[in-house]
């Protein structure tokens, strides 16, 4: 009798997690939280440290035809100070690890570390470690962030209530659709290598995509304003996929309106011009780092002038389930498409 094969597409990414992290047993008092959430969290004496690592693969995440190397360096660094915003904790420490095959020189090395040190200065972060190894298909980073917060001032994906308003930064649906426009002149480029890349309209798009930014902006911010949200996370794969995370945490359903959607006219126009739905492209693009979070209904006066700040829906009972009410005011089914890795 064969043993039984589960192809990884069956179950997804989440799926994937979900059945490793079952076997998982955690030892030390002081792991507070371990899988489940954008980092995992480590009691450390008065406060706490949160800890995050993401892989980034030639290939899969970057294409080197058209991201420069600062850029893919900036965005690594961006993508792990992401996940431990949205924990509401601060970053302190990198480690940087890659692996690099021989067609890389010294000064293209020398170029990543250019966009990952501009990176550590920007959110001012340490580099602390990391190792350097071969490989035999392209570029690999892998880096790890290390923030700390009090206990009390940290956000969960789990702590969303009833009746929680349901908040985004920024604008959504940029960074996927300026993958579509790169990916497109990359082909044009590759059916006649005389033909240069009209880019100059898409700059807003492109650099979402490139050279993403996290947030840490609008944490410094709800700290000083004494805000500590009920839930939160980042924009990685997809709102609707994080809502859904939220949803699954909290045991909670949610409403948000289709009209308070943030999107840039550059993200619109875009879109429909490569025949694609906008509305689709912000709920299921991914790869935005806008932080998504939810807040009591006392703390909404003290953002309700925002001005990145944008109020989408609330949170409602889990029975109610995940809706999405469109400008003519039908409510519809949410669905979670998001990036699927396998």
């Known amino acids: 009798m064969s043993e039984k094969r589960t192809e990884i597409s069956e179950i997804g990414e989440f ?72 924990m509401n904790a601060i970053p302190k420490q990198i480690t940087v690890s890659i692996a690099i095959t021989n067609r890389f020189s010294v000064e293209a090395v020398e170029a990543l570390y250019s966009g990952i040190n501009a990176a550590c200065e920007h959110f001012g972060v340490d580099l602390v470690g990391g190792d350097t190894t071969s490989s035999r298909s392209g570029l690999v980073i892998s880096i790890t ?10 956000s ?11 908040c985004v930064t920024g604008d959504l649906g940029g960074a996927f659709i300026g993958l579509q426009v790169l990916e497109r002149e990359k082909q044009v480029f590759l059916a006649n290598p005389n033909m240069q890349p009209e880019l100059d309209k898409y700059q ?4 979402r995509q490139l050279r993403p930014d996290a947030r840490m902006d609008i944490v410094h911010e709800l700290r000083d304003m004494n805000i500590v949200p009920t839930s939160m996370l980042d924009i990685s794969d997809g709102l609707a996929s994080e809502l859904f995370h939220i949803c699954r945490s909290s ?14 006219k550059q993200t619109f126009d875009t879109a429909l011009e490569l025949n694609m739905d906008p509305i689709t492209c912000v709920l299921n693009g ?40 469109t400008k003519s005011g039908t409510a519809v089914e949410l669905k979670a498409q998001g990036w699927k890795h396998f």
């Not at 962030?145 to 940290?154: F, N, P, R, S, T």
């Open 15 to 86: 799926g994937l997690i979900d059945r490793l992290h079952q076997k998982i047993k955690t030892q030390h008092a002081s792991t507070i939280l371990g899988i489940g959430d954008d980092a995992a969290v480590i009691e450390a004496g008065d406060h706490v440290k949160v800890v995050t690592t993401d892989l980034l693969l030639e290939g899969v995440h970057f294409d080197l035809s058209y991201a420069p190397l600062p850029h893919v360096g900036f965005k690594a660094v961006a993508v792990n100070v992401s996940d431990v915003a949205a």
């Open 145 to 154: 962030a290390i923030g700390e917060a009090q206990k009390e001032q940290l």
């Open 156 to 166: 969960y994906r789990s702590g969303a209530k009833e009746s929680d308003i349901i």
């Open 204 to 207: 807003v798009v492109t650099a």
């Open 251 to 264: 045991k909670v359903g949610v409403t948000i309106y289709e009209d308070k959607l943030p999107i840039d």
């Open 286 to 325: 991914g790869e935005d780092y806008e932080l998504l979070f939810t807040i009591s209904q006392d703390d909404f006066k003290k953002l309700e002038k925002h001005k990145d700040i944008h109020f989408i829906g609330y949170v409602n009972k889990e029975e109610d389930g995940k809706h999405l009410v």
